[in-house]
């Protein structure tokens, strides 16, 4: 393989360090959103009793699940062996990491006893996915670890593959994992399907990709250095097939619900009769996430980076919405305990369930993405993560 | 040696018959008392030591037929023996605890009304025990689902999987209002405990069922479905009787009647 | 120069030190010492002081998993009972005021306990209602006899002293 220069970021621009301050200072509200959530107590969100999973894990989840796909261009380099692939592969690695380590944050300072995380991580049911979980993702940052250690250090360069190879299925099996943590809820209609786990799986790759192809154009943008159309094209073309793909598993999942009566109800609660979820659903998850960037990507519109960039923004967007409608909208629908007869209770059973996002969750979530991105900046500038070049004759001679 | 052994069969003073008629005595005086020592075990609950046995089965039967509309006994009487304010008095009422509720059903065909109690099921295959990371969600050996308020970290997971919505956060400080016997905190999660610290310590019986009956209206029978000679027991094999959701086939406590 | 300079710094430090901590200087005032109020009832703790002050948590922690998994609740090592007994005559509470019994030790060992989030502070009923509380207590059982309904920890109180 032709030699690659990696090189750190400069980083000593007022730039970098007033993109450092700020995502800090998003960081630190993401601090005292969670100082002033375990002290009071979730009275001051907007989650109660009938919306137990609120904005917090739409953040964490879309992280968890993005943090797993981002991953996808070095497996490609090292587990399918596209030379292209080669160089991009730190970036990804380590964008991963930082996606999870945010996504992680959030979940867990979310918890009702955030305090007891050592209790978690003493106690387990191993019948529990929640239990797997702390496994799967403990594991991941080992192996990513290591799978980022053969690819910076020379003399363990060899060991690259089988590292690579690892952290591939392990991240898999991690996405498996959380698309069944609903999966495995045979108590709510919009869940108890085998279908999430591999939506999920297909929505990290979407998710992944579109994150990894923004930060490494603004990273090549804002440094100053080459990043070549053979690079962008490549991964554009990737998005599509993806991106067409979560469509496919969305398509499949609500016609598969709509043959059986007893999810009419549901059904049409999400697909025309649920208000803002409804409104999510068509033009967050469906047009702006999947149909608008395909028909960009696909037109002559895609050849142009700035439309490339919007794109992986509105697939961002619909990802965060179809989080939302999966998580919350499941949620808002009230359990069906009694089907056929109309129910109603001083629990709200039988009614739909509001939910208003409160200031604390929203900043809870924002400091997640914050330190994943601070994390990011932060390592390009201290390991050689980046490709002093990424123009098209470099990349050419990768080929051979 | 024969003539030994012959004599001590047939008269009356032998030692065989004195045994035997001992023996018989004490069979009979034992047989007498025997039931006596049982009741008095069950009324008076088991001994400190002993741990929860799953040789008893704790159930409830709602006869919802009974139940009447309007009526909130069961629910007062658990808040007041537990310690948590009702969804009425609350000043969050969407994130107010609610360990038990009426649900009043209609069939919109006929109009028909009918009312009962939900609480917790207590399912033989609890969904919430699965899903729970820590095993805070546990199932006690006498059939009792319960939070193990230590373990728990408030993740909500329990909550996302119980069919029957019957979990409920704390969503803020108590300020030391909990019953002594009912220790509650913020953070975790709770719901009906078939109020475990009165069977421990041998009332027999659960606060809304002590209500209802009160009330006159019998709507609950709370009882131990593993013994045949319970009043439980026998009921369930009068009336017929259904399980909420009974498609999921969790093998519930709660048995209803008249749904 | 530089390692005299070092090995000059090391000595007078632990000169400093020496003398800071040497019984020639007063003691510095520090936390308030915790204050132990002898309990309302019985004559001894369930276990010698010292065994109990070393090791209660261990006993309190064992005990809890027994009595909530398992039902066995007895009542040497029950946190409930502690309270009962130890409960101050003051606050009725063994963590309300900073001299209660737990939180006086507790907070001089700047040890935060997370008991009380969950578990009331205060026995059941009121403290002058306590069983062992001699004067009071067979007014409560005359009462309880003669009762035909539940008679609440309130009309009890208001019969005591």
Redesign the interface.
């Known amino acids: 393989m032709a030699s690659i220069t990696f090189r750190e970021v400069e980083g000593s621009s007022l730039k970098y360090w007033l993109l450092f301050g700020g995502l800090g200072l998003f960081v630190l509200f993401g601090a005292l959103a969670w100082n002033t959530m375990h002290h009071h107590g979730h009275v001051i969100t907007g989650m109660d009793n009938q919306i137990v999973w609120g904005l917090p894990h739409v953040f964490a989840v879309f992280l968890i699940v993005a943090a797993s796909g981002a991953l996808n261009v070095a497996s490609i380099a090292s587990v399918f062996n596209k030379p292209m692939y080669k160089p991009l592969a730190p970036l990804s690695a380590i964008l991963s990491l930082a996606l999870m380590l945010g996504g992680l944050l959030v979940l867990v300072l979310d918890l009702g006893r955030s305090d007891r995380l050592i209790v978690a991580m003493t106690h387990f049911n191993f019948k529990s996915m929640f239990t797997w979980n702390v496994f799967l993702y403990s594991g991941f940052f080992g192996l990513v670890g290591i799978y980022l250690w053969t690819m910076l250090d020379r003399s363990v360069k060899t060991y690259s593959k089988a590292a690579g190879t690892a952290a591939f299925i392990w991240r898999l099996t991690l996405t498996t994992g959380t698309g069944s943590l609903f999966g495995f809820l045979v108590a709510r209609e919009l869940y108890g399907t085998a279908m999430l786990a591999p939506m999920f799986i297909i929505m990290s790759f979407a998710y992944g990709l579109a994150i990894y192809l923004m930060v490494l154009a603004a990273a090549y943008a804002w440094t100053g250095r080459p990043l070549g159309d053979a690079v962008m094209m490549r991964l554009k073309s990737l998005l599509v097939v993806f991106v067409a793909a979560v469509l496919y598993f969305v398509v499949v999942q609500h016609m598969t619900s709509l043959y059986f009566t007893k999810f009419h109800a549901v059904e049409a609660f999400i697909l025309r009769d649920g208000g803002i979820f409804t409104t999510l659903f068509w033009v967050g998850q469906i047009v702006i996430g999947c149909v608008v960037p395909l028909v960009i990507l696909l037109s002559g519109l895609g050849k142009q980076r700035t439309w490339i960039m919007i794109a992986c923004a509105l697939v961002i967007l619909g990802g965060m919405v179809q989080m939302y409608v999966t998580i919350i909208g499941a949620q808002a629908y009230p359990l069906d305990m009694f089907p056929g007869l109309i129910e109603k209770s001083s629990f709200y059973d039988g009614v739909v369930h509001g939910y208003t996002p409160s200031m604390p969750e929203l900043f809870l979530g924002l400091g997640g993405v914050a330190i994943a991105l601070l994390v990011t900046v932060f390592a390009i500038k201290v390991l050689r993560l980046l490709p002093a070049s990424l123009d098209d004759a470099t990349v050419a001679k990768l080929e051979h | 040696m024969s003539e030994l052994k012959s004599m001590s069969d047939n008269t009356p003073n032998s030692p065989e018959r004195r045994r035997f008629i001992g023996a018989a005595a004490a069979t009979a005086a034992g047989l007498a008392i025997a039931p006596g020592v049982i009741l008095v075990e069950v009324a008076h609950g088991r001994s400190e030591e002993q741990g929860a046995s799953s040789a008893v089965r704790w159930g409830m039967l709602v006869d919802a037929t009974k139940c009447a509309t309007g009526c909130n006994d069961c629910v007062t009487a658990c808040s007041t023996e537990n310690g948590w304010t009702p969804v009425a008095e609350s000043a969050h009422p969407k994130q107010a605890p609610q360990w038990i509720r009426k649900l009043e059903l209609q069939d919109p065909l006929t109009q028909m009304e009918t009312n009962l109690p939900m609480m917790c099921q207590h399912c033989a295959e609890p969904p919430c025990v699965d899903v729970c990371p820590t095993g805070a969600s546990f199932k006690r050996a006498d059939g009792i689902v319960l939070v193990n308020r230590h373990t728990c970290i408030g993740c909500r997971y329990c909550m996302m999987a119980c069919p029957y919505k019957a979990r409920s956060l704390v969503h803020e400080p108590l300020n030391d209002t909990q019953k002594a016997d009912v220790p509650r905190g913020i953070g975790c999660v709770e719901s009906c405990t078939l109020c475990v610290q009165k069977v421990d310590r041998g009332d027999g019986n659960t606060a809304c069922a002590e209500a209802c009956t009160a009330a006159g209206h019998n709507a609950l029978l709370f009882g131990d479905m593993n013994d045949p000679e319970s009043e439980i027991s026998k009921r369930l094999r009068e009336l017929p009787t259904k399980q909420v959701r009974a498609d999921l086939n969790l093998n519930l406590g709660v048995r209803y009647h008249g749904i | 120069m530089k390692r005299l300079l070092a090995v000059g710094a090391v000595v007078l430090t632990t000169a400093a030190l020496a003398w800071a901590g040497s019984e020639a200087q007063p003691k510095a005032s520090g936390a308030p010492k915790p204050v132990i109020t002898k309990a309302v009832k019985g004559e001894q703790c369930v276990e010698p002081t010292d065994i109990m002050r070393r090791n209660h948590m261990k006993f309190l922690d064992h005990h ?3 009595a ?8 040497k090592h029950s946190l ?1 009972e502690c ?1 009962n007994c130890h409960a101050s005559e003051k606050t009725g ?1 063994v ?2 005021a900073k001299d209660d019994f737990c939180v006086s030790c507790h907070s001089y060992a700047a040890v935060k306990i997370d008991c ?9 009923g009121s403290v002058a209602m306590h069983p062992l509380n001699a004067e009071t207590a067979h007014y409560k059982h005359q009462l309880a006899a003669q009762a035909n309904s539940k008679v609440s920890a309130e009309e009890m109180a208001g019969v005591a002293q």
């Open positions: 809890r998993d027994q909530v998994i398992e039902g066995v609740r007895t009542k409930k309270i509470s963590a309300a009380f989030d969950c578990h009331s502070t205060k026995p059941q």
